[in-house]
């Protein structure tokens, strides 16, 4: 029985087109920690045990009590560290937020992160903290009312809101409860809740723990896809509390050497690679020059056993077939027009190449009154821009080491491993907001949402698809989600610190990228600047290592206005460039930041990009080292977001961002690195007395680096190249 009330709410969604709301907060243990080097026992250590082997003797070393080993751990091809995933347990139920993650290499723990609540008993059974319910007995029909509090607290308007209220058992009665029928091992299975009102799919629910100030606190999880969020919600079972929220959307706003010697089948009439927008340069002829390791199939296809659920075919495929697509649909981006602004995307229009893959539009907007109108003529131009900018980010950040395993968004993973099925579903022109973009990382194996808007600061309108900062921002929420605590777990970068280096990574990368001269030491880029129409951007700050321009250190975190998460990531995205700048300053930079494409025999080549390859004493090759400042920084903070744990501090990601050069350089970089973020107040005595979760405390600078750094020998030399 569909509720008469759902039409009238769908109509009230179809005409929201005002700002997003969201909902992010949880409790940090105290305890939380990221320890770099532990202190082991000599006893456990042989160089050939297995990772998987070492972490379980490190898990009985430090905790006593029961955990489980998440399927998403994997060993980077990267970097050689396996990042195992540990889940703490208690009575046989996850406790969401009690993670730890081991970083291992050559049988030795690296480090760790651990957020594990340590008042629980062990298995000798000693005193147990629990203020509720101690096993599960709340029943699948009380879950429902829970659940629709929930919702209209989350509901987008205060009409549906109010809609929701009135018309409540209605709703309630129209949700249908479905358990979940197979068993996967080691996790507890999910129940599903379909015709939950404002969702958009079937809700995912299932029982466990989470920690709070008084001690282990048992929920119902519930992963909700709306309209304009995705939460993963922690809910008591009588609904009065909720312990945690996090919502998986978030918001923002030339390589003529990346040649392949495949045949370039698709062409686009466009602004090319390393045009960060309109005001920068014109549209010319690219080419679908994809990197054979990240896209072995290019860009228009997708094997037929991977076609997302619902797609139809004219003739339908066989089995094994590839399927060659005219269109901007492929295995790891489908972009499309989204004009009403709602949640399909499957069957929306998409520019068609022919035959010959021609993707070249029109591209011409004039002064008008209707400014969306106008926008909407250059539509195909528009879808064109953002599958070939995706792509191309899909492609670079692969080769950095986002890859299968890692989680990054494919539908097809060739066999790497990882979970599959899970391109960007790219909407341009997105209908449901103006001035904005925004991207909803779900774990691994399920679509990545990313919506762009028209920006209306100007006539003709600018379009948010054009700007490849506003892009590159955007697809970055996806790598630094899955990449932190692991590809299956999106909760880890919700609010505070870690919300807010979720948004600065993600201004950093769209910042190096543009960056045609990084010797510049003057330069400063502004984020946004062209689709907001103003010179300084969307930050308050342009990037730059001037301090007159840029002034922000880790201190202004302590600023009134420096409570969201985009304040604190420009903060964040601030000193990663300084720290990148040192890096460029003593190993240039190179003038693509895609390395060479690999040769036949699959080899990748060191050209002028990476130092000689070398090999351990058993002759396996080592990660290959970019030698230039600018690709070396992209690797290291891309392997830091491994190394780090769930929830990161601003501490935490330094430090594995320095750990990340030890294992890739053998730390030939650390006092450079320490010198950067010493310039911003991060060095190591920096202090926050009284963190808050949400990002509170008060912060003391600390401008000096570690005493090790601290030689009477001149500055670093530049290489010379
Ligand atoms: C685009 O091309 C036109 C004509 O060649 C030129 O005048 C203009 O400066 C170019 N625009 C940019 C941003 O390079
Ligand atoms: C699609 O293209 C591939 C070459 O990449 C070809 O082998 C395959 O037969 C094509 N598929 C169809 C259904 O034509
Ligand atoms: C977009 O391109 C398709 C062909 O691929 C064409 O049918 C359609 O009219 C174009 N749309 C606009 C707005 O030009
Ligand atoms: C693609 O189409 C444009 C416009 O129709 C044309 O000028 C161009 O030569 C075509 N390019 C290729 C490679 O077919
Ligand atoms: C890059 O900037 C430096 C410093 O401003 C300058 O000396 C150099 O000529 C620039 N290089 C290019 C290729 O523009
Ligand atoms: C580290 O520095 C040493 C000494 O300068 C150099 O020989 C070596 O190649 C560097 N190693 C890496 C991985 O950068
Ligand atoms: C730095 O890199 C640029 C661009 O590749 C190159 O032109 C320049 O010669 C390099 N400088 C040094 C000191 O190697």
């Known amino acids: 029985m569909l509720p008469t009330g759902l039409i009238s709410l769908a109509l009230l969604l179809a005409g929201s087109v005002h700002g997003r709301k969201t909902m992010g907060w949880g409790h940090t243990s105290p305890e939380h920690r990221f ?302 027009e989204n004009w009403e602004g709602r949640n399909a995307w499957l069957h929306n229009e998409r520019p068609d190449g022919g035959k010959g893959l021609n993707f070249s539009y029109p591209y011409d907007p004039q002064q008008s009154a209707d400014g969306q109108a106008e926008a909407h003529k250059f539509i195909n131009n528009t879808v064109a821009q953002l599958f070939y900018t995706s792509n191309l980010v899909h492609d670079l950040f692969y080769r950095y080491g986002f890859d299968e395993l890692s989680g990054n968004f494919q539908q097809h993973n060739f066999g790497r491993g990882g979970a599959e099925g899970d391109a960007v579903i790219a909407n341009a022109q997105d209908g449901s907001g103006y001035n904005n973009a925004n991207f909803m990382t779900p774990p691994d194996g399920q679509n990545g949402r990313c919506r762009m808007y028209l920006w209306n600061t100007a006539s003709p309108y600018r379009d948010g698809d054009l700007e490849a900062g506003i892009v590159i921002h955007e697809l970055a929420h996806g790598l630094s989600t899955r990449l932190t605590g692991g590809p299956r777990d999106s909760s880890c970068l919700g609010w505070g610190e870690s919300g807010g280096m979720g948004e600065g990574w993600g201004d950093f990368l769209a910042t190096i990228i543009r960056t045609h001269n990084a010797t510049d030491e003057e330069i400063v880029l502004p984020m946004g600047a062209w689709a907001a129409n103003r010179d300084k951007g969307i930050r308050n700050y342009p990037y730059s290592t001037s301090l007159d321009v840029n002034p922000s250190t880790y201190k202004t975190l302590d600023r009134p206005g420096y409570f969201g998460v985009h304040a604190i990531g420009e903060v964040w995205a601030e000193i990663l460039w300084v720290v990148s700048k040192k890096l460029i300053a003593v190993h240039n930079s190179s003038d693509t930041l895609f390395p060479p494409k690999p040769l036949d025999d699959g080899t990748i080549p060191s050209e002028d990009f990476y130092l000689p390859p070398s090999y351990d004493n058993k002759g396996r090759a080592e990660p290959l080292v970019p030698i230039h400042g600018n690709s070396l920084i992209v690797q290291l903070v891309l392997n830091g977001m491994k190394l780090q744990p769930c929830r990161p501090s601003f501490f935490d990601a330094r430090d594995a961002i320095i750990q990340a050069d030890e294992i890739l350089t053998g730390g030939n970089n650390t006092c450079l690195l320490w010198s950067g973020f010493a310039e911003r107040g991060l060095g190591p005595d920096a202090r926050v007395d009284g963190r808050t979760p949400w990002g509170g405390g008060i912060r003391t600078n600390d401008y000096s680096v570690p005493l090790s750094c601290i030689t009477d020998e001149p500055e670093p030399t530049p290489d010379t190249l």
């Open 35 to 336: 320890v770099v080097h532990p202190q082991v026992p000599a006893s456990f250590l042989a160089e050939d045990a297995a990772p998987f082997d070492v972490a379980r003797q490190f898990m009985n070393h430090i905790y006593p009590g029961d955990y489980r080993i998440r399927q998403d751990s994997y060993t980077d091809k990267a970097t050689g560290v396996t990042h195992v995933y540990v889940k703490q347990q208690h009575q046989g139920f996850d406790v969401f937020d009690g993670n730890i993650n081991i970083n291992i290499k050559n049988g030795k723990v690296l480090s760790y992160g651990d957020s594990f609540y340590k008042g629980t008993p062990n298995r000798e059974g000693s005193q147990v903290v629990l203020n509720s319910l101690t096993a599960d007995s709340s029943s699948p029909a009380d879950l429902r009312k829970t659940l629709m509090n929930f919702m209209i607290i989350a509901a987008p308007s205060d009409r549906a809101t109010s809609e929701l209220e009135v018309n409540f058992n209605q709703y309630l009665e129209g949700i249908d409860v479905t358990p979940e029928s197979h068993f996967v091992e080691g996790e507890q299975p999910y129940t599903y809740f379909s015709n939950v009102p404002t969702a958009v799919s079937p809700v995912k629910g299932k029982p466990g723990y989470v920690q709070t100030e008084s001690g282990l606190k048992f929920v119902w999880k519930f992963e909700v896809e709306m309209e304009d969020n995705w939460y993963e919600v922690a809910l008591t079972p009588d609904g009065d509390e909720i312990p945690f929220v996090v919502d998986w959307a978030a918001d923002s706003p030339i390589p003529d050497t990346l040649k392949s010697k495949d045949p370039k089948p698709a062409t686009y009439l466009l602004f090319p690679w390393g045009v960060n927008d309109p005001s920068e340069g014109n549209r010319s002829y690219v080419y679908e020059n994809y990197d054979s390791l990240a896209s072995p199939l290019g860009w228009h296809k997708i094997p037929a056993s991977s076609l997302p659920s619902g797609y139809f075919a004219p003739t339908p495929p066989k089995k094994g077939d590839i399927v060659n697509f005219t269109t901007t649909f492929g295995n790891n981006v489908f972009a499309h």
